[in-house]
């Protein structure tokens, strides 16, 4: 099959064209306006045929996108102590919302929310969630987050807001 951008539409005035003009001179059609008539359907079917291949040439950005309502649950949930200051109305990072933030918290095993680790502070060692302890040390502050992972934290955060059952005075502050 040849490439339609490449071809050029033939003369049609051509004496090898003759019996196709014959065929578009009814009611007086001269030989010029037939061969028109030829050149504007050659020229009807090529543009079809480029508009095929540019659709295989670009199927996936031309592909339809399904019109179907967005899921309410979240396939990542966030850790359970980033949710817990979630529900007391604490500030938490933005990160732990994000799906790096979330994958890297499963990664470490930070899914155990019973587990408690031994840290060092300022007025000497104390017990902390094992999941909140390590999750602090892959923490990228909120003001150097991509623009994608502010997104998907905004609506990871939201989310999980609207599944904690609150006072529906708290939720229409959201």
Same mark, same amino acid.
């Given at each position: 099959?040849?490439?339609? +951008?490449?071809?050029?539409?033939?003369?049609?005035?051509?004496?090898?064209?003759?019996?196709?003009?014959? $065929?578009?001179?009814?009611?007086?059609?001269?030989?010029?306006?037939?061969?028109?008539?030829?050149?504007?359907?050659?020229?009807?079917?090529?543009?079809?045929?480029? $508009?095929?291949? &540019?659709?295989?040439? =670009?199927?996936?950005?031309?592909?339809?996108?399904?019109?179907?309502?967005? #899921?309410?649950?979240?396939?990542?949930?966030?850790?359970?102590?980033?949710?817990?200051?979630?529900?007391?109305?604490?500030?938490?990072?933005? =990160?732990?919302?994000?799906?790096?933030?979330?994958?890297?918290?499963?990664?470490?095993?930070?899914?155990?929310? /019973? $587990?408690?680790?031994?840290?060092?502070?300022?007025?000497?060692?104390?017990?902390?969630?094992?999941?909140?302890?390590?999750?602090?040390? +892959?923490?990228?502050?909120?003001?150097?987050?991509?623009? &994608?992972?502010?997104? #998907?934290?905004?609506?990871?955060?939201?989310?999980?807001?609207? #599944?904690?059952?609150?006072? /529906?005075?708290?939720?229409?502050?959201?």
């Amino acid at each position: 099959m040849t490439n339609p +951008h490449k071809e050029e539409c033939l003369n049609h005035m051509l004496p090898e064209f003759k019996e196709a003009r014959l $065929l578009f001179m009814v009611e007086g059609k001269t030989d010029e306006e037939a061969a028109a008539l030829l050149s504007n359907l050659w020229d009807f079917n090529n543009n079809k045929a480029k $508009l095929e291949e &540019e659709q295989k040439k =670009y199927k996936k950005e031309i592909s339809p996108i399904p019109n179907r309502p967005l #899921q309410t649950t979240s396939l990542l949930l966030p850790l359970q102590h980033a949710l817990n200051k979630l529900c007391k109305g604490e500030y938490i990072p933005l =990160y732990f919302f994000t799906n790096k933030g979330i994958r890297e918290a499963e990664d470490d095993g930070s899914r155990d929310e /019973d $587990l408690l680790t031994l840290i060092q502070i300022d007025k000497g060692p104390m017990f902390q969630m094992a999941a909140s302890a390590k999750a602090k040390k +892959h923490m990228v502050r909120d003001k150097h987050l991509t623009w &994608e992972e502010f997104s #998907q934290a905004n609506y990871c955060m939201i989310t999980m807001m609207k #599944q904690q059952e609150w006072p /529906d005075e708290q939720i229409s502050m959201i």
